[in-house]
Nanobody, 115 residues
Framework: VQVVESGGGLVQAGGSLRLSCAAS????????MGWYRQAPGKKRELVATIGSGGTIDNADSVKGRFTISRDNGKDFVYLNMNSLKPEDTAMYYC??????????WGQGTQVTVSS
């Protein structure tokens, strides 16, 4: 299974970015796709996940600003990020979880928000 993120970059505070993640390989029975982030010196934390049935879990810090969506037919997941803040600066990782609870991570895409 390969997981590849794209769409990171540098943006000013208040701006927007859209992250994309594509999964490929043996993708039978993907349950959850989502995003985590890790800032320098901090632990990796949940941003948002979306289940195969559409159930969404968001971190409180991004509610109302970030929107996760998923294209099940193409095994893509997206993260629309609005009203970005400097504290959103981090490496963003895509994760794919299967029904047997195995997880696959992408290499990450950097998001930097300047003040």
């Amino acid at each position: 299974v390969q997981v590849v993120e794209s769409g990171g970059g540098l943006v000013q505070a208040g701006g927007s970015l859209r992250l994309s993640c594509a999964a490929s390989g043996s993708l039978f029975s993907i349950e959850t796709m989502g995003w985590y982030r890790q800032a320098p010196g901090k632990k990796r934390e949940l941003v948002a996940t979306i289940g195969s049935g559409g159930t969404i879990d968001n971190a409180d810090s991004v509610k109302g600003r970030f929107t996760i969506s998923r294209d099940n037919g193409k095994d893509f997941v997206y993260l629309n990020m609005n009203s970005l803040k400097p504290e959103d600066t981090a490496m963003y990782y895509c994760v794919v979880q299967f029904s047997d609870y195995s997880k696959y991570w992408g290499q990450g895409t950097q998001v930097t928000v300047s003040s």
